[in-house]
């Protein structure tokens, strides 16, 4: 037996399992499964695949959007492509009311030339007039189903193109939705490899970062003066008001409400709900919405987290956030560095700091719950939209 083979089985037997067949000499050792990982590495792993089913969370919300703008434009080509349609109906009955007359011999023209040889020439310069409008309306007729037909045309290329562009859309956000399934398959294999006191294990070495890089983070001085004295804006209050309101809901990706959210949906809902649209993703909003610095935080304003700006949370004050933080788990408040912080957008930048500011009562446990994800459980089946 190879020295790092005998490693990995006095690892297992360490965490209580078993391995008493060896492979074959000649055979490449198998990486060791989540039993046999440290803690720490275990950590890492799982925290690598939060953050890349968020990041597929995140694209797969922007998709959302695209389709649901794409699905609206189509509708509104559509509408106007009927429009028209009807009116070139109009336009070629009218048509072909002139051309049956004519055929006829019943033309509008030939009568009027006969009443120009009437002995009242001011009946005859009325009946001038009538024959010019008459022809001018022919004109017009004529006109309007060239017009019509060329605008029926445009509109039903445009719409025939909106559409191929939706379908493209749906088909891109289903491939979307498989990944994030995919990714969150990943963490349920992971968590239910695990024995209850590696679980336990798990979330007290995840609160231990959390704890570490928040004294830190505070220390740091980044945040600066009385973070917990500064008053947010009247719209800034009623968006924070509503988050807090939501503590206790579960995560689910791809969520905004009213039951369940992801994060950057529960941001965008509060904003929303204070009277101020915000872009869907987080990481639209750390693109769009304006950037501050963090010594400037005030409640309401939104934190973001990771190179890739692929979460986001409201900040509470004093150093808190409150958050959707991961599947499994429930909007709650946080330290604001249980995710390592990218930097801090406004949603009013021009909204004035309210006077008299009373922070919003917590319910019960609102900072209870792990944030390692199905509340340090293993998880049942992946909840998928």
């Given amino acids: 037996m190879s020295a790092t083979l005998l490693r990995w089985v006095c690892t297992g037997a360490a965490l209580g399992t078993l391995c008493t067949i060896a492979p074959p000499a000649h055979a490449a050792p198998e990486a060791p499964g989540p039993e046999a990982r440290p803690v720490a590495r275990l950590l890492t792993d799982l925290q690598r695949l939060y953050r890349s089913a968020e990041e597929a969370t995140e694209t797969y919300n922007a998709t959302a959007e695209k389709l649901k703008a794409q699905r609206a434009k189509a509708a509104e080509l559509d509408r106007r492509l009927a429009g028209a349609r009807a009116s070139v109906r109009d336009s070629r009955g009218d048509a072909g009311l002139f051309a049956r007359r004519q055929y006829q011999g019943a033309g509008d023209l030939s009568p009027y030339l006969r009443l120009l040889l009437a002995r009242d020439p001011q009946r005859a310069l009325e009946q001038g007039h009538v024959i010019q409008r008459v022809a001018a309306g022919r004109a017009a007729t004529m006109r309007r189903l060239v017009g019509g037909e060329r605008q029926a045309d445009g509109l039903a290329r445009a719409a025939k ?8 859309l749906a088909a891109r956000q289903k491939k979307q939705r ?9 963490v349920e294999q992971l968590l239910s490899a695990l024995t209850p006191d590696q679980l336990t294990a798990l979330r007290d070495a995840e ?22 004295t500064r008053p947010p804006s009247r719209q800034g209050d009623k968006a924070l008001d509503y988050a807090v309101r939501q503590i206790g809901r579960p995560y689910r990706w791809g969520a905004e409400g009213p039951k369940a959210f992801d994060c950057s949906g529960l941001t965008q809902r509060a904003w929303a709900h204070a009277g101020r649209e915000i872009p869907r993703t987080s990481q639209e909003q750390w693109a769009e919405l304006r950037r501050i610095p963090l010594a400037k935080l005030r409640p309401g304003d939104l934190v973001v987290y ?9 900040y509470l004050g004093d150093g808190k956030v409150v958050q959707a933080p991961r599947p ?10 249980a995710n390592p912080v990218l930097g801090a957008v406004r949603p009013d930048p021009r909204g004035r700091a309210m006077r008299g500011y009373t ?3 917590l319910p019960a446990g609102a900072t209870s719950g792990s944030d390692l994800g199905y509340d340090g459980q293993a998880p049942g089946a992946t909840d998928s939209r």
């Fill in 161 to 168: 193109k909106a559409l191929d562009t939706q379908r493209a």
């Fill in 178 to 186: 498989d990944k994030v399934d995919g990714r969150l398959r990943e």
């Fill in 207 to 228: 609160t231990a970062d959390t704890e570490q890089a928040q004294r830190q983070f505070m220390a740091s001085g980044a945040l600066g003066g009385s973070p917990a």
């Fill in 306 to 314: 990771f190179p890739k700006a692929t979460h986001v949370a409201m």
């Fill in 328 to 337: 499994g788990a429930r909007v709650k408040v946080s330290p604001i560095a």
């Fill in 359 to 361: 922070p919003p009562r």
